[in-house]
């Protein structure tokens, strides 16, 4: 993965999985039957934050070896599979830059949800054709509101003039834009060793209060609590009392600021 600036996704832990909108559950059905997941395979969750895929996968496989760089969401990770009673999860402290030192040993399954992007895509594909047994695959899963045909919530202006003037017009994670790659991930795999794509995506509906819509900036990189320092108080206030003003009945605690959000899945594997 590329360097990040310090403790930046370290303050987005407390919000990540709590605000961050979940996976469709018809991708693990995908998964459970594409690849015949019966609760004895060993897979990869590389960029696992804190398991929004590690977790579901636990229920489906004997292992998960779930890798991430940022300690603070390992200990996230760790704290939520505690929770829900999973086990079979080895969680480790790494980067796809140091993919094999690893010593993750054989996988069916190298998943990534949103952390490819982060990442010299072509070096962990290269590793990765090492790790994945045959008939096994690259799994890429993404899930947000990012999408030419997702027409945004009028509320998301309102969330993006406050940022903008707390944060300036750019997205920056620390010191560098927040930005994606101008060659698409599909384009980069075709020319991988899984070369062979499938895709499938499924659209819902995520209802949010006021306080759940703040929460969800806080979970961005670009306006994490480290990226806004001591202005984020002033940048909390002033979110609240636009949102509020834009949708009174927020205030109540009704679920009133509605997203359509799209999950998305891309199956690579060899030809």
Do not use: N
Request: net charge neutral; with cysteine; hydrophobic share 40%.
């Amino acid at each position: 993965m590329r360097p990040l600036p310090g403790g930046l996704f370290g303050s987005t832990v407390p919000y990540y999985a709590r605000f961050r909108p979940g996976y469709d559950h018809r991708l693990s059905g995908l998964l459970r039957e594409r690849f015949g997941l019966d609760g004895t395979q060993r897979v990869l969750d590389l960029g696992a934050g804190s398991g929004a895929l590690t977790l579901p996968l636990a229920r489906m496989v004997r292992e998960v070896v779930a890798v991430d760089p940022e300690p603070a969401m390992l200990a996230e990770g760790r704290r939520l599979a505690a929770r829900a009673g999973l086990t079979g999860i080895d969680w480790r402290l790494g980067d796809s830059g140091a993919l094999l030192a690893l010593d993750v040993g054989p996988v069916l399954l190298a998943a990534m949800g949103a952390s490819f992007h982060w990442m010299e895509r072509e070096r962990p594909l290269r590793d990765l054709d090492t790790l994945v047994t045959a008939g096994g695959a690259v799994v890429l899963a993404s899930c947000g509101a990012r999408h030419d045909d997702l027409e945004p919530p009028p509320w998301q202006r309102v969330v993006d003039e406050v940022r903008e003037r707390h944060l300036g017009p750019d997205r920056r994670p620390g010191a560098g834009l927040a930005a994606y790659p101008e060659v698409r991930h599909q384009d980069v795999l075709a020319r991988s060793p899984f070369s062979r794509l499938e895709e499938a995506h499924w659209d819902g509906t995520v209802s949010r209060t006021v306080d759940q819509v703040i929460g969800l900036q806080l979970s961005f990189s670009f306006s994490s609590p480290a990226a806004l320092g001591p202005d984020r108080p002033a940048f909390e206030r002033d979110l609240r009392a636009a949102l509020t003003g834009f949708q009174p009945d927020g205030r109540s605690g009704a679920a009133s600021f509605d997203e359509r959000v799209r999950t998305e899945v891309v199956i690579a594997t060899r030809p």
